[in-house]
């Protein structure tokens, strides 16, 4: 089964809107989580890498106001889409590691649509 | 910079065997990661090299040189559900996750 669980996993929401995306980690503990988007038919990006009990490292050319990143405990890390517009329609995919461990886990994805 | 290469599109025939190769330059290398990624779902790991040489798991095996900066996965006899994008991950010095385009696998009846 999954270890690592997104929701939603499809999310319409109007433009203006915020909208919540949670990654958790269900049978282990993750000290880092990481976010990505992709693109229809493009590779995944990094969006940023989300440290518990920290501040998120945001990639280069990704806005930290407008994807808020909490990652509040070793199971749970939200990506927040703020003020949505229709370009930010995307898959959102988390992956977490395990504490400790090498191998990275993803979630299932969210679809975003902004309409 | 750096670079991960992998083919666009690969088509093989049911119950063939394909291989899949990957190039990298990074900076510096702590593994290599192969995922297989349907159309509309996350990725899924296939399969981890952080030493030089072959892992086989079932019906696929993956190789890595790290001297040449080099891995292939091998899939055999090839069923229809492996139709997918697979992609070629390597690992940096920092631990950051350097991703190829993918490759896109036809298979064909």
């Known amino acids: 089964g999954a270890v690592v669980s997104q929701h939603p996993s499809r999310v319409i929401c109007k433009s203006g809107t915020s909208v919540k995306i949670e990654c958790r980690s269900l049978?282990?503990?993750?000290?880092?989580m990481f976010w990505y988007r992709q693109f229809p038919k493009q590779s995944l990006m990094l969006m940023a890498t989300s440290n518990e009990g920290s501040k998120a490292t945001y990639e280069q050319g990704v806005e930290k106001d407008k994807f808020l990143i909490n990652h509040a405990s070793l199971t749970l890390s939200t990506l927040t889409v703020t003020s949505a517009h229709p370009e930010d329609s995307s898959f959102y995919i988390c992956?977490?590691?395990?504490?400790?461990?090498?191998?990275?886990?993803f979630g299932e994805g969210s679809w975003l649509t902004v309409v | 910079g750096q670079n991960i290469d992998q083919p666009t599109e690969m088509t093989a025939t049911e119950g063939a065997i394909v291989q899949i190769n990957c190039t990298y330059q990074t900076s510096g290398f702590n593994g290599l990661f192969w995922y297989q990624q349907h159309a509309g779902e996350a990725p899924t790991f296939l399969s981890y090299?952080?030493l030089d040489g072959l892992e086989e798991k079932g019906r696929f095996s993956s190789f890595l040189s790290r001297s040449k900066g080099y891995s292939y996965l091998l899939l055999k006899e090839l069923q229809m559900k492996d139709s997918a994008s697979y992609l070629c991950?390597?690992?940096?010095?920092?631990?950051?996750?350097?991703w190829g385009a993918g490759t896109k696998l036809i298979i064909k009846p």
């Open positions: 090299n952080v």
């Open positions: 049978d282990f503990q993750a000290t880092t």
């Open positions: 991950a390597v690992q940096d010095s920092n631990y950051q996750l350097i």
């Open positions: 992956s977490a590691v395990p504490f400790p461990g090498n191998t990275i886990y």
